[in-house]
């Protein structure tokens, strides 16, 4: 069984239950849906009620920093006690686009490393084009211990890898993984050890090879482990069973009430 460790279901609108009913077949196990708005947090919380299979996360994405004058770390935690809510973002910091200002982006992004760290529940990171910004946040706020959580769809370099790593932090791989210009990443992926590692696949964002161009979706997840396998010299079977378990353990909450503690 695979884990998604990454998908926005409700950006498939009246198509999410179907979406998850094709991952399931496709041997989907665990889907995890992120938030990114607090505006449309209601929409991500009812998939996930609807599902057994399906978790989710509450957050604001750096495009939406400065939509978002009003965040705290309270707000966010307060949402987060609902059984359904096993983590905090994606939050970070998206130097490409820079659709907020940048200072904003960063304080948005101390709001969540705080929630994150007073609810226990792990920080879903989004970082682009700001390695070393990204970095030293997580380190600050990592400093006093209590930080867990994982670099989503990584696309960096090594160094921030490294430091990742260094914090405890988990490396979630998407479909980018796959292209035929990642060449950096695979080597990346290589490396990661084992017991970090995620896959996901950002749907209905980055189709993997060879489905590139399509509306990517949970069920495609199987390509990018694939590739993930082959380039680490481990069977599929063992990637799958080596990704879930972490992605149990990273989000512990899970395991609580849900289909992980079985």
């Given at each position: 069984?695979l884990?998604?460790?990454?998908?926005?279901?409700?950006?498939?609108?009246?198509?999410?239950?179907?979406?998850?009913?094709?991952?399931?077949?496709?041997?989907?196990?665990?889907?995890?849906?992120?938030?990114?708005?607090l505006?449309?947090?209601?929409?991500?919380?009812?998939?996930?009620?609807?599902?057994?299979?399906?978790?989710?996360?509450?957050?604001?994405?750096?495009?939406?920093?400065?939509?978002?004058?009003?965040?705290?770390?309270?707000?966010?935690?307060?949402?987060?006690?609902?059984?359904?809510?096993?983590?905090?973002g994606?939050?970070?910091?998206?130097?490409?686009?820079?659709?907020?200002?940048?200072?904003?982006?960063?304080?948005?992004?101390?709001?969540?490393?705080?929630?994150?760290?007073?609810?226990?529940?792990?920080?879903?990171?989004?970082?682009?084009?700001a390695?070393?910004?990204?970095a030293?946040?997580?380190?600050?706020?990592?400093?006093?211990?209590?930080?867990?959580?994982?670099?989503?769809?990584?696309?960096?370099?090594?160094?921030l890898c490294?430091?990742?790593?260094?914090?405890?932090?988990?490396?979630?791989?998407?479909?980018?993984?796959?292209?035929?210009?990642?060449?950096?990443?695979?080597?990346?992926?290589?490396e990661?050890?084992?017991?970090?590692?995620?896959?996901?696949?950002?749907?209905?964002y980055?189709?993997?090879?060879?489905?590139?161009?399509?509306?990517n979706?949970?069920?495609?997840?199987?390509?990018?482990?694939?590739?993930?396998?082959?380039?680490?010299?481990?069977?599929?079977?063992a990637?799958?069973?080596?990704?879930?378990?972490?992605?149990?353990?990273?989000?512990?909450?899970?395991?609580?009430?849900?289909?992980?503690?079985?």
């Amino acid at each position: 069984m695979l884990a998604d460790s990454h998908c926005h279901l409700d950006y498939f609108g009246e198509g999410a239950d179907a979406a998850v009913a094709r991952a399931r077949a496709a041997g989907v196990g665990l889907l995890l849906t992120i938030g990114t708005k607090l505006a449309e947090f209601d929409k991500v919380l009812a998939i996930a009620e609807r599902h057994d299979d399906v978790y989710c996360t509450v957050g604001v994405h750096p495009h939406e920093a400065a939509n978002e004058p009003d965040l705290t770390a309270a707000r966010l935690i307060e949402a987060a006690k609902h059984p359904k809510v096993v983590g905090i973002g994606e939050a970070g910091l998206d130097f490409h686009y820079d659709y907020s200002p940048r200072e904003r982006q960063a304080s948005v992004f101390r709001i969540h490393i705080e929630a994150a760290k007073r609810s226990g529940l792990p920080l879903i990171v989004h970082s682009r084009a700001a390695d070393d910004e990204t970095a030293e946040l997580l380190a600050d706020g990592a400093a006093e211990g209590g930080l867990k959580g994982v670099m989503h769809c990584f696309s960096s370099g090594p160094e921030l890898c490294r430091r990742a790593l260094e914090l405890g932090f988990y490396i979630s791989m998407s479909g980018i993984v796959t292209f035929k210009t990642a060449d950096a990443l695979r080597a990346i992926a290589r490396e990661v050890p084992a017991d970090r590692l995620l896959v996901e696949t950002d749907a209905p964002y980055l189709a993997p090879v060879p489905l590139r161009g399509k509306m990517n979706e949970p069920a495609f997840l199987p390509h990018t482990a694939a590739l993930l396998a082959a380039e680490r010299g481990v069977s599929p079977a063992a990637l799958a069973a080596t990704t879930t378990a972490n992605f149990l353990r990273l989000f512990d909450k899970i395991g609580q009430s849900g289909p992980g503690a079985e």
